[in-house]
Nanobody
Framework: QVQLVESGGGLVQAGGSLRLSCAASGRTFSRYVMAWFRQAPGKEREFVAAITWSSSITDYADSVKGRFTISRDNAKNTVYLQMNDLKAEETAVYYC??????????????WGQGTQVTVSS
């Protein structure tokens, strides 16, 4: 099991940037696929990005390609989500998840508590 704590959320104007961090505890962090999901009020949780343990493969939702970058530092047990050119509709709680398969949220057993991102228009 991996414990996850997100940080870096906040209020930003449309077009601005934020960098989210997810600190993990657990001896096998480096072996996990890590992912970011988000959930806006009244909507289902949706996939944002994922990265394999070696960082050799990354995957992004079409809506964020070219603007968001997922990365990880296994030495620091941390995964990051750099978000650029943010849009108002991307206001949501952003969650870090570990150990799943690709884009399916149901495949991830370990989740952080979430960090709020609010984008003002």
């Amino acid at each position: 099991q991996v414990q996850l704590v997100e940080s870096g959320g906040g209020l930003v104007q449309a077009g601005g940037s934020l960098r989210l961090s997810c600190a993990a505890s657990g001896r096998t962090f480096s072996r996990y696929v890590m992912a970011w999901f988000r959930q806006a009020p009244g909507k289902e949780r949706e996939f944002v990005a994922a990265i394999t343990w070696s960082s050799s493969i990354t995957d992004y939702a079409d809506s964020v390609k070219g603007r968001f970058t997922i990365s990880r530092d296994n030495a620091k047990n941390t995964v990051y989500l750099q978000m650029n050119d943010l849009k108002a509709e991307e206001t949501a709680v952003y969650y870090c998840a570990a150990g799943g398969l690709g884009r399916r949220s149901s495949s991830y057993a370990d989740w952080g508590q979430g960090t709020q991102v609010t984008v003002s228009s």
